[in-house]
Structures are given as C-alpha cells and as structure tokens.
T-cell receptor, first 111, second 113 residues
C-alpha cells in the first residue's frame, strides 16, 4: 500500500530533551516536506527536501533540523525542544506541485 | 508569494442541506489548487485538485470545486451533506519553485441531524 508513515504518533517530552520524529514513504517520491499544524494557523511548512542531500528551510524552521540521506526517509530533529514546539506535525511526500500525500501526524507535547 | 484565505472558520449545516466552503487565493505564479479534509484525530486526505483543464473538478465523497481565475477563487461545494462529512477542510495552493503547499486556516464543517 502506498503510504507515508510517521513515528511516533504521540510523544510527550520535557524541555531540552532531544528527539527525532521519523518519516518514511514507499512511493519513490523525490520531494518530501514537514509541516506543523496549530489551531487557528492552519499548516505551515518547516523544512522541505527536493531530493537526497538537498534540503531547505520553509516558513518556520527555527528550532528544527532535518536530514535526507535516503530517498525514502526524512526525519525531523528537535535538538532542544521548547514548549512553543508543542504541535501536530505532518510529513508529506509527492510529485512536486501536482500532489502531496500526508502521513497520519505526530502529536508532540513539550512540558 | 502565495496566500490562501478561507472566508469562514466555521460552517454549521443540517444534514441533507447543500454547503459551500469558500476559498480565495493570491499568487504571482501559475497555481495548482487543492482541498484537503481532516477528520477528527486523523491526517489530511486529498478531496480534489485543480491542475489544469476544466475549471469544474470533482472529488471524492460527492464534493466538487470550481476554479475561477478572474475572482481568484476555488470554492468547495456539496449538494447534500451527511453527518459523516463533519470535519475540518483546508484549501491549499502550490506553484512555486519550492513546491510548498500554502494552506488556509481551515473551515470546520459541522453537520447536524
């Protein structure tokens, strides 16, 4: 089944404790992206990747890192999480501007 | 730069009534337009998309949308809604060189019996 998977689905952590949210797709997409969703703000792009080893900042990249060592994986790294990073995170992959497929989401709470 | 405005943050309707969710966009480049639906505690599912061609596009679950270039709109419609259509709906636009999807803030559709 064609899909985007994220892990974990739910995570509660404390300020400053490094964490990684994994994202994997099995559709051979070159493009992958991370978004965060906050009430009243919709979804905002954090980082994106056009292909392996090619990443760039989106609209809200502060406090996040990404890497793209393999085509299928695009992990999101929070090296020192803070409470303002409490949010719902979505990974997406797709064929450029034509369509993007979203993962199920990761609900992160930072206390 | 691109932006999307969803004109209604909440739309309550009764079951079997028609509904229209409004979306306006602005962009300096050619656009591709999308509607996504998010059911409670779930991810985003693509309802329909406009890439080119016919301005009336049909999607899943009986939804359709019309692209109006002169009014820069992409309103979503359904002639008769069901309780199961209760969800949040997001309009989005892409078209830039970075393939970013720019989302509106969402419209919560609540279908009441």
């Amino acid at each position: 089944e064609a899909q985007v998977t994220q892990n974990p689905r739910y995570l509660i952590t404390v300020t400053g404790k490094k964490l990684t949210v994994t994202c994997s797709q099995n559709m051979n997409h070159e493009y992958m992206s991370w978004y965060r969703q906050d009430p009243g703000l919709g979804l905002r792009q954090i980082y994106y990747s056009m292909n392996v080893e090619v990443t760039d900042k989106g609209d809200v990249p502060e406090g996040y890192k990404v890497s793209r060592k393999e085509k299928r994986n695009f992990p999101l790294i929070l090296e020192s999480p803070s409470p303002n990073q409490t949010s719902l995170y979505f990974c997406a992959s797709g064929w450029g501007n034509y369509e993007q497929y979203f993962g199920p989401g990761t609900r992160l709470t930072v206390t | 730069a691109q932006s999307v405005t969803q004109l209604d943050s909440q739309v309550p309707v009764f079951e079997e009534a028609p509904v229209e969710l409004r979306c306006n966009y602005s962009s300096s480049v050619s656009v591709y337009l999308f509607w996504y639906v998010q059911y409670p505690n779930q991810g985003l599912q693509l309802l329909l998309k406009y890439l080119s061609g016919s301005t009336l596009v049909k999607g899943i679950n009986g939804f359709e949308a019309e692209f109006n270039k002169s009014q820069t709109s992409f309103h979503l419609r359904k002639p008769s809604v069901h309780i199961s259509d209760t969800a949040e709906y997001f309009c989005a636009v892409s078209g830039g060189s970075n393939y970013k999807l720019t989302f509106g803030k969402g419209t919560l559709l609540t279908v009441n019996p």
